[in-house]
């Protein structure tokens, strides 16, 4: 299964900014938990280094995406899976890495800047309580099956 990174999108005039406090940014985010968070902090961030933020989160992936072309929005956080797939329509099962470098070279096509990927990923896990997986002697997803 492919891993998906997660990693900013930027629009290329942002860069332009550079240490420009002054400069309003407009930070995005998708409708969910993760992302709510991952806007928050960014724009918590930004305010701190002196820039003017402009929130707007709790958006669909496809309008978010949309804003982010149209100037509506000057970054967010993206996943790269989603990026290759649904916004690049590539399907090959690609590794981390060559993701990555896919998104980023078919993004840059568009005016996007990907920045280098965090260490955070969306890989799915199942959670129980341990006295109940000590009790069945569940150690892994195959011993739940």
């Not at 969910?32 to 961030?45: G, I, K, R, V």
């Not at 509506?72 to 990555?100: A, C, F, H, M, R």
């Not at 260490?119 to 896990?125: G, I, L, M, P, S």
């Amino acid at each position: 299964m492919l891993r998906k990174l997660v990693t900013a999108t930027v629009a290329a005039g942002l860069l332009a900014l550079g240490s420009n406090a002054a400069a309003e940014i407009t930070v995005g985010g998708k409708g969910f938990t993760e992302q709510l968070l991952l806007a928050s902090m960014t724009t918590q961030y930004l305010k701190a280094e002196g820039y003017d933020v402009d929130k707007r989160d709790g958006m669909g992936s496809t309008v978010l995406r949309k804003a982010q072309t149209n100037g509506q929005v000057d970054l967010y956080w993206e996943y790269t899976g989603t990026s290759l797939i649904t916004y690049n329509k590539v399907e090959e099962d690609l590794g981390p890495e060559e993701t990555y470098e896919r998104v980023k070279k078919l993004d840059a096509e568009k005016g996007l800047v990907w920045l280098e990927p965090s260490d955070a990923n969306n890989t799915y896990a199942l959670a129980m309580r341990e006295d109940d997986a000590a009790k069945r002697g569940i150690e892994t997803l195959s011993d739940l099956a």
